[in-house]
């Protein structure tokens, strides 16, 4: 049985390329200066859509929609994966995590053949493991990758279940219809991981009843050990494994007491919802967007305008926001590099996930499954083939 779900696996997706495409400019993706979008997708419930600007000197957010054969997920074979990963300390984490999560994420559920929380965890863990592999090699010529690490936030749909992920401070919002009077109300799907909320301040210092100095403030900002904003993150080795706090890791980084537990933790917050047909849209999206709305300010730039262009018009708005906060016109923010860029605003990702109810509560053909895999500033489309696409195709 678990040979022919991995050849339905091969089949629906094709093999695995590493030919990543970049700044692609055609019909499945457009680049306008350092924002990346594609308009409109569709995926195996319904349509999607992406987009990401760039404010620092490499880009630190990676993001990616999977849609075909996940498993055999109950009745279903086919489900829908997105996931954003905000990276922080440079880019290498939130690209090891672009390139292998989903990738364990298939091996797992199609060795439980089923989707669920503890295959989505596995996930998560096989990925902080890879990395910390990289990290061992690197160390004696690169020990500053150390250092390196990303949020992670992942969605799910499959068999009409979706399964939200989150380690960090990214956040996944619900755009639901209130049957009663046609309001479309904002629901938060993700628990966040930042010091500064009062409750994962507590639950750090109950995991580390010994250490009063686990969260402090640091330019009346709320910090793990001084140093960093999240308590969640896949990398972050430096204050994971205390083999990797010490020279040559940069003295910023380094931690004065030492600790034989992690300070951080990889593991997701999950949140389960059976899908229903009130819901319409989840908006997935880096805390550089939430840094200037609100859910329901998301939700309603959503719910009130077309679908198509939908994750391009939230990440314009933000920056027409960040531009305001600097009392300066969108069109000069437009053109201020890379690099500079990040003095004015994050790397912001925005992934849009439409659901079309019927698609949800119906089972796919193996035949029809429209398999895509796009990922953010590039794109690779599967046919039901085993050859990618190419960008010039």
């Not at 593991?267 to 709305?293: C, M, N, Y």
Request: include cysteine.
């Amino acid at each position: 049985m678990l040979s022919g779900l991995m050849n339905l696996l091969k089949a629906c997706f094709g093999q695995r390329s590493d030919r990543y495409v970049h700044n692609v400019s055609d019909s499945r993706g457009h680049q306008e200066g350092l924002l990346w979008y594609k308009d409109t997708g569709q995926h195996a419930f319904g349509e999607f859509s992406m987009a990401v600007v760039q404010a620092n000197n490499l880009l630190e957010d990676q993001s990616q929609v999977e849609s075909g054969a996940l498993s055999s997920c109950g009745s279903s074979p086919f489900g829908t994966f997105v996931g954003v990963y905000d990276g922080h300390g440079g880019p290498e984490t939130a690209r090891y995590i672009n390139d292998h999560l989903f990738q364990h994420l298939k091996r797992f559920a199609s060795e439980q053949q089923s989707m669920s929380v503890e295959v989505i965890k596995k996930a998560f863990q096989a990925t902080e493991d890879g990395f910390f592999s990289i990290v061992a090699k690197q160390w004696p010529v690169n020990p500053q990758i150390a250092a390196v690490g990303s949020c992670c936030l992942v969605g799910v749909v499959c068999n009409g279940i979706l399964y939200v992920a989150n380690a960090g401070d990214s956040r996944a919002v619900m755009g639901r219809v209130v049957k009663a009077t046609g309001e479309v109300l904002a629901i938060q799907l993700s628990e966040e991981h930042n010091v500064s909320i009062e409750s994962v301040r507590q639950e750090l210092r109950s995991l580390h009843p010994d250490d009063p100095q686990i969260v402090v403030k640091k330019h009346n900002v709320w910090r793990v050990k001084g140093i960093i904003q999240i308590s969640r993150s896949i990398g972050d080795v430096y204050l994971k494994k205390p083999e990797f706090n010490r020279e040559p890791l940069y003295a910023k980084f380094r931690v004065r007491e030492p600790f034989s537990k992690p300070l951080l933790s990889s593991e997701p917050a999950v949140t389960v919802v059976k899908l229903q047909p009130e819901d319409r849209f989840i908006i997935f999206a880096s805390d550089g967007l939430w840094e200037h709305f609100t859910n329901q300010e998301a939700v309603d730039m959503v719910q009130k305008n077309p679908v198509n262009g939908s994750a391009k018009r939230l990440v314009k708005a933000a920056l027409q926001e960040a531009a305001k906060k600097r009392e300066m016109r969108y069109s000069d923010l437009k053109k201020i590099d890379r690099g500079v860029r990040r003095h004015f605003h994050d790397d912001i990702t925005v992934v849009v996930l439409f659901l079309d109810s019927n698609l949800v509560s119906r089972a796919t053909s193996a035949l029809s499954c429209p398999t895509v895999s796009v990922k953010g500033a590039g794109v690779q489309l599967r046919p039901n083939s085993l050859a990618p696409v190419s960008a010039d195709s």
